[in-house]
């Protein structure tokens, strides 16, 4: 088929190269522009998208906004078969859901109608879903709204989100070249009515660990947010980033430091991190953080 491929993180980066190593015509990549990011912030970073489809010789375009007449005049002129997406980013206006022959097919990363939105992936980690998984969907105007044609499950165990993304662009990647090669064999199946819930975007303060919560809902909330973000707590003016921990016994008012170990108390048992990282630093374990990096048995973080 001839395809224009939409996406911007990491996550999309295994569709793209699914769809090149089945033989397709990417006609083109879209993806978000690029943003300042590198070491001092200033240097204006592509998206993995971005650099990937570079490397495979897919021309880019990096539009602000596919509202305009002009945007979309140039997406038709590419007159694709079909537009595969997969977290882009941008509103997808009518004009463009309508242009391609077949549509365009969205690789969205829950098991739909449950977690529509923007951070599916965090949100099942927080709600202690036991299950995940990700789907080929049919888009239409509505967030997240179509219909599904093929779907898979994944269980979350005790998986972070970083883990979990990658677990679900591979067979997200798979799910979408097995619906490329017969789309007919995948009719699109309508979402169920019920079970219906939203993954907002996840916002800077939630990040920050509420130990006045029980200690399994601490440690999810690090899981969530591992690698990036990452979860954190404050000490001497410091944000110390907790990237993996464990639920322990333990009491004693919520945010206390009760041992040498770094167990924190929380509003129900207490937690134990495995692994930090201090602001500059790299990941490190517990042991090598305090050997620094003081935070006395009594602490309140």
């Known amino acids: 088929m001839r395809i224009i491929f939409m996406g911007t993180p990491s996550f999309a980066v295994p569709t793209l190269e699914a769809l090149v190593a089945d033989g397709h015509e990417v006609a083109a990549a879209y993806s978000q522009p690029p943003r300042p990011g590198g070491r001092r912030g200033r240097e204006l970073v592509r998206s993995p998208v971005h650099v990937r489809a570079e490397e495979l010789g897919i021309k880019v375009l990096t539009p602000v906004s596919l509202r305009t007449s002009e945007a979309q005049e140039v997406f038709a002129a590419h007159a694709p078969d079909v537009a595969v997406v997969a977290a882009y980013g941008l509103i997808l206006p009518r004009a463009v859901l309508d242009a391609p022959r077949l549509g365009c097919l ?23 879903d036991a299950e995940t998984g990700v789907g080929v969907m049919q888009m239409e105007a509505g967030l997240d709204t179509g219909p599904v044609r093929l779907e898979e499950r994944l269980p979350i165990d005790m998986k972070n989100a970083g883990q979990v993304t990658e677990e679900l662009a591979q067979i997200g990647a798979a799910l979408m070249a097995r619906v490329l090669r017969d789309p007919d064999a995948f009719p699109p199946v309508p979402q169920p009515a019920n079970g219906i819930t939203y993954a907002d975007k996840i916002r800077k303060e939630e990040a920050r660990l509420d130990f006045t919560a029980d200690a399994g809902q601490v440690v999810r ?33 919520p945010g206390t430091v009760l041992d040498d170990a770094l167990t924190i108390a929380c509003g129900r048992g207490a937690i134990r991190p495995v692994r930090v990282q201090r602001a500059g630093r790299g990941a490190m374990t517990v042991a090598e953080l305090l050997r620094g990096f003081a935070i006395p048995i009594g602490t309140l973080l």
Do not use: C, Y
């Open 106 to 128: 969205n690789v969205h990363g829950s098991l739909l109608p449950r977690w529509r939105g923007a951070a599916p992936v965090q949100r099942a980690i927080l709600a202690g």
């Open 221 to 253: 909330q690090v899981l969530a947010f591992a690698p990036m973000p990452g979860a954190f707590f404050e000490h001497a003016g410091e944000r110390v980033k907790v990237l993996a921990a464990e639920a322990v016994d333990g009491e004693g008012t």
